[in-house]
């Protein structure tokens, strides 16, 4: 259980355009949900929280308007990156958590998605 | 603030020898420590949590306050441990992880 998808795999996109990241929590309710960024064989940066139904929470530094994340439903939240430039070009990763049962403390254990590709010529 | 500190980006050993990632943190609080592993091509998992005290595939991590320090080991490295592994750390931030730099590890046979 606890299965974690992410679609696309990986994206190509030209420099100006939009492109949407879909995470999904297969078997559970996700409750919460987390965006990060991997820059090659470096750490996961975390890039806003999102919990379903209200406005995601930015970490400093991350431009909201550029990185929108919309978490409508228990199952699903998407990250769109407007006006993509050759920068945004990363591997984004999103994990979830919630009432998969296997909370032993305070902390809801976060499950990851495979992540996600993103290159902007 | 919070802040998790992996000293060493890489590490090798051979198979069978000692391995013992190393992973300083600095928390104002009581956090949680916990050991995330990324295999080749796969996502990442959760290894192992300090508030569980367990031992998964013969690794363990203990959690040293006075020394802030949340070191990952085994007696006996496996050429399939050889992984990305990442320390991170839970606050009280609604469950927000910070995680550190993460160390390649390489087993080699």
């Known amino acids: 259980g606890a299965v974690v998808s992410q679609h696309p795999s990986w994206v190509i996109c030209k420099s100006g355009t939009s492109v949407k990241i879909e995470c999904r929590s297969l078997?559970?309710?996700?409750?919460?949900m987390f965006w990060y960024r991997q820059f090659p064989k470096q750490s996961l940066m975390l890039m806003a929280t999102?919990?379903?139904?209200?406005?995601?929470?930015?970490e400093q530094g991350v431009e909201k308007d550029k990185f929108l994340i919309n978490h409508a439903s228990l199952t699903l939240s998407t990250l769109t990156v407007t006006s993509a430039h050759p920068e945004d070009s990363s591997f984004y990763i999103c994990?979830?958590?919630?009432?998969?049962?296997?909370?032993?403390?305070?902390?809801?254990?976060?499950?990851f998605g495979p992540g996600t590709r993103l290159t902007v010529l | 603030a919070q802040r998790v500190t992996q000293p060493e980006k890489l590490l090798s050993v051979f198979k069978g020898a000692p391995v013992e990632l190393k992973c300083n943190y600095s928390?104002?609080?009581?956090?949680?420590l916990f050991w995330y592993v990324q295999y080749s091509r796969q996502r990442l998992q959760l290894l192992l949590r300090h508030i569980s005290r367990e031992s998964i595939k013969g690794f363990t991590a203990d959690l040293n306050k006075g020394e802030t320090s949340f070191h990952l080991k085994k007696p006996f490295a496996q050429e399939e441990d050889s992984a990305m592994y990442y320390c991170?750390?839970?606050?009280?931030?609604?469950?927000?992880?910070?995680f550190g730099q993460g160390t390649i590890l390489t087993v080699h046979p």
């Open positions: 994990s979830a958590s919630g009432s998969s049962g296997r909370q032993v403390s305070s902390y809801n254990e976060q499950f």
């Open positions: 928390y104002s609080g009581s956090p949680e």
């Open positions: 991170a750390l839970v606050g009280t931030s609604y469950g927000k992880l910070t």
């Open positions: 078997d559970f309710q996700a409750t919460t």
């Open positions: 999102s919990n379903e139904g209200s406005k995601a929470t930015y």
